[in-house]
C-alpha cells in the first residue's frame, strides 16, 4: 500500500516518487488570449501581514454586484436574431469544456467562457520560469488500457507528468511523520487500524466503488451509499485511531470539500482507493492538463484553427427551439450576440446552469428540483511564491498542528485550519519555489465570508500564523516568502450525501433536455474529480456525435 492505507515507521519529510519525467519549463513569454495559465509579468502590490507579504487581492472567482453566482437573468428577448450557426456550443470552459472541445474538434465547435481566460478551477499562474495552479493539483493514475489511461497518452501527459507514489505524510503534535498509529498504540487501535488497512485492500481491488457508472448502482456502490463515510469507517474498525481520524478528516476536507462525518461511504472509499494507485502531477498542477487540452482544442497539427475559443464572453441564457438551442451572449465589450447550435454542452455546475435556464422550473421541473438538490461549498487555495528552492523533495503534506483537530463543520468554522501543503513544481528539475495551501470552508455558509473584494485580509490574518509555523517544515523561513496569493472559489466542492448517488440523482442532473441540451460537469456526480469532470465529457461527447450524425 502506498496511499492512505499505507504505514510506515516515522520519517522525516523528504521522500523520492516515482522516476518519471521531471521538466524544466521555460520562462513563459506572452501567450495567445483564453490561455489556462497566465503569465505574470510582475507580481503585483503586497501587503505584510504577520510578517508575511500577502497580494492585496483576491484570484479565482470574481463576484461582481449582478454577476453570476449572484446572477439576476436579463430579458433575452432584447437580443437580436441568431448571427451565427454552429453544430456544437460548449458553455463552460474548465476541464469538462475544454474535454468536450477537444473530443468534438473535428465539428464546427465553440466554446464559451465567462472568465478571460479557460481552465475552471484548474486555471494557472507563472512567474519567472515557475507555473502553479490557482485550485486542481492532481489526478489519479488510470489503469492501462482504459479509455481514459488511452485519453491521457493521446495528449501526450505522461512526458510531462511525474507521479507521487509515497506514503502520505502529515503533521501530528508538531512532527511530521507517516506513522498512523503513533508509540505504544492500544491493542484496540492496532486491531482498528489492521481492519482499515484490510478495508483499503478490499476496495482498491475487486469491490472498487466505481462513480461514473452506467445504469443503476451496483451492490457494492448501493451499500456504501446508505451511510456517511465515518459511520462507515466506525462499523469496519470499531474504533478510529487519533492520528488515522485525524489524517482521514483532512483529507475529507482538503479532497472533498466536507468532513467523512458528511459525505456519503462511495464517495469516500472511491477516494481513498483510488489514492492506492498513485498521483499524477502535471508542472502547474492540473493548468497544464487545462493547457493541453486547450492547445489541442484550439489548433490542428497543421497549425489550422479548430474550436473557436470565446474567452470572456457572459452567455446569459439558452433556449430549446426546433432543431437546436438558441444561445443569448455578450461579448466581452457588452455586445449583444445570439447563436444557434444543434446541439448545446452545459459544462458548468448546476448552480450557473439554472439560472441559464429560466425557463426549467415550468418545462421540466424534475430537472429542476434536481439541480436544487446539489450542494456545494468554498475553497481558498494559497500559494506560497518563494525566492529560493524548497530543499525537500516531497509531495502533499497534510498539516492541522496539534492534535486536536475540528471534526465536523461547526467546528472548523471556529478553528479555520490550512488542511494540507503541495509542492507546486513537483514535476520540475529546476527546483521548486512554490507551496500549494489548501483551505477547504467546509460549513455552509462559509462563501458569505469570501464574497467582499476586501475579505481576502481578514483570511490574510487567519493563515499567515499558520503560514509562519509551517514554513520550517520545508527548510524555510519568512524571509524567503517573495508573495502570497490568495484564491476563492464560491461553489467548487459539490459533493455527496448518503444516499444521493444511488437515489437516481446523477441520472437526473446528466439527462438531457430535448436530445438538445446537454450536461457535463463533476456536478452530475457530485464528485469533486479531474475523472468525473473527463468521464462525463467523454459520454456527453460520444451522445453529441450521434445526434449530429
Not at 468 to 473: D, F, N
Request: aromatic content about 10%; some cysteine.
Amino acid at each position: 500500500m502506498t496511499g492512505l492505507g499505507a504505514l510506515a515507521a516515522f520519517s522525516t519529510l523528504p521522500r523520492v516518487a516515482s522516476a518519471a519525467a521531471r521538466l524544466t519549463v521555460p520562462p513563459a513569454l506572452a501567450r495567445p488570449s483564453g490561455d489556462p495559465i497566465l503569465h505574470l509579468a510582475q507580481l503585483g502590490d503586497r501587503e505584510s501581514i504577520g510578517g508575511l507579504p500577502f497580494a492585496k487581492q483576491w484570484f479565482g472567482d470574481v463576484f461582481e454586484a449582478n454577476a453570476i453566482p449572484f446572477h439576476n437573468c436579463e430579458n433575452c428577448d432584447d437580443y437580436p436574431e441568431p448571427s451565427e450557426t454552429v453544430e456544437v456550443a460548449i458553455v463552460g470552459g474548465g476541464l469538462s469544456g475544454l474535454t468536450s472541445a477537444y473530443l468534438l474538434r473535428s465539428r464546427d465547435t465553440v466554446l464559451f467562457e465567462l472568465r478571460p481566460r479557460m481552465g475552471g478551477n484548474a486555471m494557472g499562474e507563472s512567474h519567472s520560469g515557475q507555473s502553479w495552479s490557482l485550485a486542481s493539483a492532481y489526478f489519479m493514475q488510470a489503469d492501462r488500457g482504459t479509455p481514459l489511461a488511452k485519453f491521457y497518452d493521446e495528449l501526450s501527459l505522461p512526458t510531462q507528468w511525474r507521479q507521487d507514489v509515497g506514503a502520505f505524510s502529515f503533521e501530528y503534535d508538531g512532527v511530521v511523520s507517516e506513522d498512523l498509529l503513533g508509540r505504544d498504540p492500544s491493542p484496540a487501535d492496532v486491531r482498528a487500524f489492521a481492519a482499515y488497512r484490510a478495508a483499503v485492500k478490499r476496495f482498491a481491488g475487486d469491490d472498487y466503488p466505481e462513480i461514473p457508472f452506467e445504469g443503476r448502482a451496483n451492490a457494492v456502490v448501493t451499500e456504501l451509499d446508505g451511510r456517511t463515510f465515518q459511520e462507515d469507517l466506525l462499523l469496519r474498525c470499531g474504533t478510529l485511531p487519533p492520528r488515522l481520524a485525524y489524517l482521514l478528516q483532512a483529507y475529507c476536507y482538503s479532497s472533498l470539500g466536507v468532513g467523512f462525518d458528511e459525505v456519503s461511504a462511495a464517495t469516500g472509499w472511491n477516494f481513498v482507493a483510488a489514492e492506492e494507485f498513485g498521483r499524477n502531477v502535471m508542472p502547474a498542477g492540473n493548468a497544464g492538463l487545462a493547457r493541453a487540452l486547450w492547445r489541442r482544442a484550439r489548433k490542428s497539427a497543421d497549425g489550422q484553427a479548430r474550436v473557436r475559443m470565446r474567452a470572456g464572453c457572459t452567455v446569459t441564457e439558452v433556449r430549446l427551439v426546433d432543431g437546436g438551442a438558441h444561445l443569448f451572449w455578450r461579448m466581452a465589450d457588452g455586445t449583444r450576440r445570439t447563436t444557434f447550435a444543434r446541439q448545446v454542452i452545459l459544462a458548468n455546475s448546476k448552480h450557473i446552469v439554472r439560472h441559464l435556464l429560466p425557463w426549467l422550473s415550468a418545462e421540466d421541473e424534475p430537472k429542476f428540483e434536481a439541480m436544487h438538490r446539489v450542494p456545494t461549498v468554498a475553497y481558498l487555495v494559497a500559494n506560497v511564491l518563494l525566492s529560493r528552492p524548497i530543499a525537500n523533495d516531497f509531495y502533499d503534506l497534510y498539516l492541522g498542528g496539534g492534535k486536536a483537530f475540528p471534526m465536523d463543520g461547526n467546528a472548523f468554522e471556529q478553528h479555520r485550519v490550512i488542511t494540507d501543503a503541495v509542492n507546486g513544481g513537483f514535476a520540475l528539475s529546476s527546483g521548486s519555489r512554490t507551496l500549494t495551501l489548501y483551505w477547504p470552508l467546509p460549513w455552509h455558509t462559509a462563501r458569505f465570508s469570501i464574497v467582499q473584494e476586501s475579505d481576502w485580509r481578514a483570511y490574510a490574518e487567519l493563515g499567515a500564523p499558520q503560514i509562519q509555523s509551517k514554513l520550517a517544515h520545508f527548510g524555510l523561513a519568512a524571509r524567503d516568502v517573495e508573495q502570497i496569493r490568495l484564491s476563492r472559489w464560491g461553489h467548487a466542492m459539490p459533493y455527496a450525501i448518503p444516499g444521493a448517488i444511488s437515489s437516481g440523482l446523477p441520472q437526473e442532473l446528466r439527462r438531457p433536455l430535448g436530445n438538445r441540451i446537454w450536461f457535463a460537469n463533476q456536478d452530475n456526480w457530485l464528485l469533486p474529480a479531474v475523472e468525473t469532470c473527463i468521464a462525463e465529457a467523454m459520454w456527453v461527447s460520444e451522445q453529441v456525435q450521434a445526434a449530429l450524425g
